[in-house]
């Protein structure tokens, strides 16, 4: 059992990784701005309020808890859902924070969440990677301020772990589009629709390129690499994503209709392959993530009819077809 302070633990994701950390056996220290109601809070874990970007904040917390892990997920985590330059800077800043702190705290691992729209996909300019399925060897290419934010979350774990050497393990993660346990029955998803209203218009899915994973994937996720972290390089960056796509049809048959151009890069996509590779995860890791679409929804997907749903997207100005795929404010 370790002790793990978590930022942002009363997020969407970070509910789901408090919870599947303490029943993994761990302490759980969740702090966050907001807190979760007491009686939601899973036996085992304890959580603090606090603005992580206060002076002194973070490396207080930090000291004061002593945990032999931090992940860290505290970020404004919709694009565009504030001003640019105060996503880039809070997020930033965040990641800094907290990092430097657990850092000079000694403590020795440290995990910092990142995003896959790093990629840059969705950029009105346009888009195209070298090849799919994308991986963490994809270049990246953000075009707004909080796939930057999350780049730079990455690169500030790896500054620190290039200046401690292998005293203190770090590691980043992308997410990604994150579904928790309530949305698949019907709540609300991050970008304000069900999971069933994703699967029945692909053009809800295509900006985060059919791309998803279930938040308990992702705890547990968190649990193995934690436990890896000794015995991996330092300072890896991880895809984190279900094994197939959120999707009804074959990414083969959809890329070309969302994402001009990628005909020839994403025709090998058959069957229910995803666009993102999570291969990386597995053979370093050996995690695979248990839980897909076909498996959770609930109630499950009877095959509903998609086509009205697809010519009505085709028809909407505000979908694939007329703006460039994928330029939305879509988080992963
Ligand atoms: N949800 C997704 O699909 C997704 C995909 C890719 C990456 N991510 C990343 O995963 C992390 C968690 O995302 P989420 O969807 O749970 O977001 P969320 O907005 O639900 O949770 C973020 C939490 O951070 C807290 N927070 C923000 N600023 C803070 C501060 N200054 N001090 C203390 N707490 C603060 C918020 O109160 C919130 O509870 C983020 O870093 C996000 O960028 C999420």
Partial sequence: MSRIFVTGGSGRLGRSVVAGLTDAGHKVISVDRDAVPEEQLPPGAEQYTADLLAPGEAERLIRETAPDAVIHLAAIAVPFSAPEDVIFSTNTRLAYAVVSAATDAGVPKIVTASSPTALGYGSPAGWLPPSFP?????????????????????????????????????????????????????????????????????????????????????????????????????????????????????????????????????????????????????????????????????????GEDTAATEQAALNDENHAGLVPAGATKETP
């Fill in 134 to 302: 994308l991986d963490e060897r994809t270049p990246p290419k953000p075009w707004n301020a909080y796939a930057l934010s999350k780049l730079i979350a990455e690169q500030t774990v790896q500054m620190f772990a290039a200046a401690q050497g292998e005293k203190i393990r770090y590691a980043a993660f992308r997410p990604c589009y994150v579904i928790s346990p309530e949305e698949w029955e019907g709540a609300l998803t991050q970008q304000g629709h069900t999971v069933r209203e994703r699967l029945l218009d692909p053009a809800l899915s295509a900006p985060a390129q059919f791309n998803y994973v279930d938040a308990r994937d992702v705890a547990e996720f968190l649990d193995v690499l934690l436990d890896k972290m000794d015995s991996i390089p330092n300072g890896e960056v991880f895809f984190v994503g279900a094994k197939d796509a959120l999707a009804t049809a074959p990414l083969a048959e959809l890329f070309p209709r969302f994402l001009p151009g990628s005909g020839p890069l994403t025709e090998h996509l058959t069957g229910t392959s995803p666009a993102f590779s999570i291969d990386k995860a597995r053979e370093l890791l050996g995690w695979e993530p248990k839980r897909t679409w076909r498996t959770e929804l609930t109630p499950p997907f009877e």
